[in-house]
């Protein structure tokens, strides 16, 4: 079954801080890899995304890096902020055609005063 | 418009009510989705529609009823429930296939 591995499961930094989040996958057809932040009782909301055709996207305090060769990427927020305080999940899909995301398994985030 | 509209946001049904989710979206997207995620889980892919047809069913049990009347509506018609179905229900839409996604926020579904 097609899998992205997401770590760590709980994250807790000080406000200013920069909090690292990082997904793995087997599939190499995999080419499209968003983030999506979700707080309490809401949808999931897209943050960032990126393809494989470039090692690093940043789009204001949220960066992805990634690394083709390693089948892995992974999301920094600079500066974080009380308000980031989230869960995370990474998710990758494959070609066109292709409806299906693949989560991981996602990542809670305290950013601390 | 940038939203995909759910309704309504919370409902509590009986095991032998029959009830139907709402989902629209007016960004002329023609993939729409409906996932189920449960308490500190990702969402988990149920239906996809694509063109107003349905395209992917995940092996999901017949007590859910996807329909597409247009490519701006999507509901989910839920009969005879059971409690373990209580989560969230997340309505999705993109534009084309491997784009991304808009999700609505969601139904809070509690089956008693």
Redesign the interface.
């Known amino acids: 079954q097609q899998q992205v591995k997401q770590s760590p499961q709980s994250l807790i930094v000080q406000k200013g801080g920069i909090p690292i989040i990082n997904c793995a996958y087997e599939n190499t057809a995999f080419d499209y890899f968003p983030w999506y932040q979700q707080f309490p009782g809401k949808g999931p909301a897209l943050l960032i995304a990126i393809r494989p055709d470039v090692s690093e996207k940043k789009e204001g305090r949220f960066t992805i890096s990634f690394n083709k060769s390693a089948k892995q990427f992974s999301l920094h927020i600079m500066d974080s902020q009380p308000g980031d305080s989230a869960t995370y999940f990474c998710a990758a899909s494959s070609g066109a055609g292709s409806y299906q995301l693949t989560f991981g398994k996602g990542t809670k985030l305290s950013v601390i005063p | 418009d940038t939203e995909?509209t759910?309704t309504p946001k919370h409902l509590v049904m009986g095991m032998t009510n029959k009830k139907s989710l709402k989902c629209e979206q007016h960004m002329g997207h023609r993939?729409m989705?409906w996932y189920k995620q449960k308490a500190?889980?990702?969402?988990e892919?149920m239906f996809?529609y694509?063109y107003e047809k349905l395209?992917?069913n995940e092996s999901v049990p017949s007590r859910f009823s996807p329909e597409c009347p247009n490519s701006s509506l999507l509901n989910l018609h839920l009969h005879a429930l059971q409690p373990e179905d209580s989560a969230?229900y997340?309505c999705?839409s993109?534009k084309e296939?491997?784009?991304?996604?808009?999700?609505?926020?969601?139904t809070?579904l509690t089956v008693v």
């Open positions: 995909v759910q993939a989705y500190k889980k990702p969402p892919l996809v694509s395209s992917i969230l997340l999705a993109s296939a491997n784009y991304g996604y808009t999700f609505g926020s969601g809070r």
